[in-house]
């Protein structure tokens, strides 16, 4: 499949962040061409960027993608008694055709919204792998290890449920398996040990929830005598392939030993807001520390949407606040850790977060004929402040198009929608 978008500006985050008027040539699943002189080609789809902006698809890197059924299910409330009262109770009752629908929905506003990969961590992923193959969206899924029963399957199945899905879906272009102890306070140090043994046995990433509330932080140190940075670190988990969400209650040694461990951090700004952590991620010196950081939108139960231009404006704007210094984190930087940073966080800078020759066509459109997007004067100010998901009209991924000019190829809309609602209502009622 080819695509030729002509006529449009072209914000190509490689290492120059150079941007460009022109047109982009896309053949089979790789960018040929970003040219700031016209391209006379044929192509399956020629698409019309006159005052489009195009640029990377946005990277989530944190989220629990079914949740999306839960949206708006237990809002303002304290955060032990929203897991106990409404999430924990409606998860017992998850089964796989809810996770799918739940797992449609949720890609249904990711595409229609800019995300083109996201890193997940669930229930029922081989559920969730199949649904995402299927629309054409790339997901690193991480299968979920805990310490307890699952709505899927008992805790002593976990493990080598977990490797049958690693070796299924190992070698599958738009999906990467994941290995995902679900945090030091609900993983014992055997089912960490056990999941760094899978993780290196098969050379797949790692992803775990770190730190994400003081009341976390000091249960781990009660329980275990070190904070949970430490205990991952004593487990052999703090390495090069781990991706550690939230990070919200760090010190700066253990910025230090992150550093020096070679991980990463998602930082998901609006979801520790909501609920109320106490904390975000001290992203300014994980960024002078030189650790890798991506944005995450969380589950759309705590946060409660999956719109990364919303999580992009959050992000800039917490931290300005809290340091009393509009200079901190500025748009740029935001953008780098929407699209180059989320790539580095995931191990995939070499094919994506970025518009160049050779790379894969992982990339996004934004309609700029809107008046909240008038007059541009910067295109990246205008990423981070003005734009907003709505605003995203074509979506594509490894080089097709599931989204264009609003039109969803891979999925059914209104169909998706109906039975959403249907489920919610039943896992809710």
Not at 148 to 170: H, M, N, S, V
Not at 242 to 263: F, P, Q, R, S, Y
Request: charged letters at 20%; a negative charge.
């Amino acid at each position: 499949m080819s695509i030729l978008i002509k006529n449009t500006t072209i914000l190509t985050q490689n290492d120059s962040r150079r941007q460009i008027h022109g047109d982009v040539y896309i053949d089979d699943h790789v960018i040929v061409e970003c040219s700031n002189t016209p391209l006379s080609l044929e192509a399956d789809y020629k698409i019309d960027g006159t005052n489009k902006l195009v640029l990377p698809g946005l990277i989530n890197t944190h989220t629990h993608i079914p949740m999306t059924l839960f949206r708006g299910y237990g809002d303002d409330m304290l955060l032990g008694d929203w897991l106990a009262q409404r999430i924990w109770p409606v998860e017992a009752k998850l089964d796989k055709k809810a996770v799918e629908i739940g797992t449609e929905l949720g890609l249904l506003e990711m595409i229609s919204s800019g995300t083109t990969s996201f890193l997940d961590m669930y229930f029922f992923e081989e559920a969730i792998a199949k649904v995402t193959e299927r629309v054409g969206m790339r997901g690193f899924l991480g299968f979920a290890l805990i310490d307890f029963d699952t709505p899927e399957y008992g805790a002593e199945e976990l493990i080598p449920q977990c490797e049958q899905f690693i070796r299924r879906w190992k070698n599958n272009p738009l999906i990467s398996p994941v290995i995902a102890p679900h945090s030091t306070y609900s993983c014992k140090p055997e089912t960490l040990q056990n999941a760094l043994e899978i993780a290196a046995r098969y050379h797949v990433p790692l992803h775990t929830h770190c730190s994400e509330t003081r009341d976390e932080v000091y249960d781990v140190e009660k329980k275990y005598g070190v904070r949970p940075v430490e205990q991952l670190k004593k487990q052999g988990l703090l390495q090069k392939n781990t991706i550690l969400a939230h990070c919200g209650w760090i010190t700066k040694n253990e910025i230090l030993d992150m550093k020096n461990a070679g991980v990463s951090v998602s930082h998901c700004p609006v979801s520790n807001m909501k609920i109320a952590t106490g904390g975000f991620a001290p992203i300014p010196e994980l960024l002078d520390a030189h650790v890798p950081v991506g944005l995450g939108t969380d589950g759309a139960a705590s946060n409660n949407t999956l719109d990364m231009f919303e999580t992009m404006k959050f992000c800039a704007l917490i931290h300005k606040n809290h340091r009393w210094d509009p200079t901190v984190l500025p748009a740029h930087t935001v953008v780098d850790l929407a699209t180059r940073g989320g790539a580095t966080a995931l191990g995939v800078q070499h094919t994506l977060g970025s518009l160049e020759e050779g790379k894969t066509a992982d990339l996004i459109m934004i309609d700029l004929k809107k008046p909240h997007l008038t007059p541009l004067h910067d295109p990246i100010s205008h990423l981070v402040y003005a734009v907003r998901g709505t605003d995203v009209c074509t979506t594509i991924v490894n080089g097709t198009p599931l989204m264009l000019e609003k039109e969803f190829l891979t999925i059914d809309l209104e169909k998706t929608l109906e039975l959403s609602k249907k489920i919610a209502l039943e896992l809710t009622s």
